[in-house]
T-cell receptor, first 113, second 112 residues
C-alpha cells in the first residue's frame, strides 16, 4: 500500500464550486505539505503544517484553505474554484528530524471549467 | 526569495547516451535533493546530498553537491527508455529547513 495517498486522483469541476482534495499518510510523519504543479513552473508550495495545531501559508495560498484533521490527514479546499486553479496538486510529508526529504503522493489532477 | 535555476529545460537523447543536468541557486544551500517524476505520478526522491563536494551514486545516477554550495549536478549514464520523466532539483528554501524550493525541472526523453 502507498504511504501517501490522495483522493480523488482526477476531478473536473465548474467555476464557483467548492472542492476538497484529501491526503492521508501512513508514514507517521508530523509535517505535511500541499503543492501545486503547473507546466514549466515546477512545484509551488500552497500550505504546510507541522502538526495538527500548526498551519502555515506557502507562496501561493490565495484562493486556498487547508484543514489538518489528524496527524495523518491534511485536506486542501478551494472555496470557489476558478479556471486558473486548473493544475496538478501534490501532497507531501516529512518527518521532523535531520533531513529535508519529503515524500509525495501520486497527485490529483484538477480541471476547473 | 530563493530561486533555483535548472538546466536544460528539456533533453532528447538516444538510448545509451549519458545525460547531465544542473541546478544553481542564488544563495547557499545545506542540502540538495534530486527527484524524478514519471507521468501520472508524484516526484520520487533519487539522491540526497548533505555536504559540499559530496558525490553520491544510485545505480546509474550520480549527483554532486557543488563546492560553492550554490550548485548541484545530476548525471545519468547509459540512459534507457525508463529514464524518461521530469527531474527536479530541490533544496531548503526561504532560509528555512522546513520548506523546499524546487527547480522548474528537466524533461528527459529517451529514444529507443
Amino acid at each position: 500500500d502507498a504511504d501517501v495517498t490522495q483522493t480523488p486522483r482526477n476531478r473536473i469541476t465548474k467555476t464557483g464550486k467548492r472542492i476538497m482534495l484529501e491526503c492521508s499518510q501512513t508514514k507517521g510523519h508530523d509535517r505535511m505539505y500541499w503543492y501545486r504543479q503547473d507546466p514549466g513552473l515546477g512545484l509551488r508550495l500552497i500550505y504546510y503544517s507541522f502538526d495538527v495545531k500548526d498551519i502555515n501559508k506557502g507562496e501561493i495560498s490565495d484562493g486556498y484553505s487547508v484543514s489538518r484533521q489528524a496527524q495523518a490527514k491534511f485536506s486542501l479546499s478551494l472555496e470557489s474554484a476558478i479556471p486558473n486553479q486548473t493544475a496538478l496538486y501534490f501532497c507531501a510529508t516529512r518527518a521532523s528530524g535531520s533531513t529535508d526529504t519529503q515524500y509525495f503522493g501520486p497527485g490529483t489532477r484538477l480541471t476547473v471549467l | 526569495g530563493q530561486q533555483l535555476n535548472q538546466s536544460p529545460q528539456s533533453m532528447f537523447i538516444q538510448e545509451g547516451e549519458d545525460v547531465s543536468m544542473n541546478c544553481t541557486s542564488s544563495s547557499i544551500f545545506n542540502t540538495w535533493l534530486w527527484y524524478k517524476q514519471e507521468p501520472g505520478e508524484g516526484p520520487v526522491l533519487l539522491i540526497a546530498l548533505y555536504k559540499a563536494g559530496e558525490l553520491t551514486s544510485n545505480g546509474r545516477l550520480t549527483a554532486q553537491f557543488g563546492i560553492t554550495r550554490k550548485d548541484s549536478f545530476l548525471n545519468i549514464s547509459a540512459s534507457i527508455p525508463s529514464d524518461v520523466g521530469i527531474y527536479f532539483c530541490a533544496g531548503p528554501g526561504g532560509g528555512s529547513n522546513y520548506k523546499l524550493t524546487f527547480g522548474k525541472g528537466t524533461l528527459l526523453t529517451v529514444n529507443p
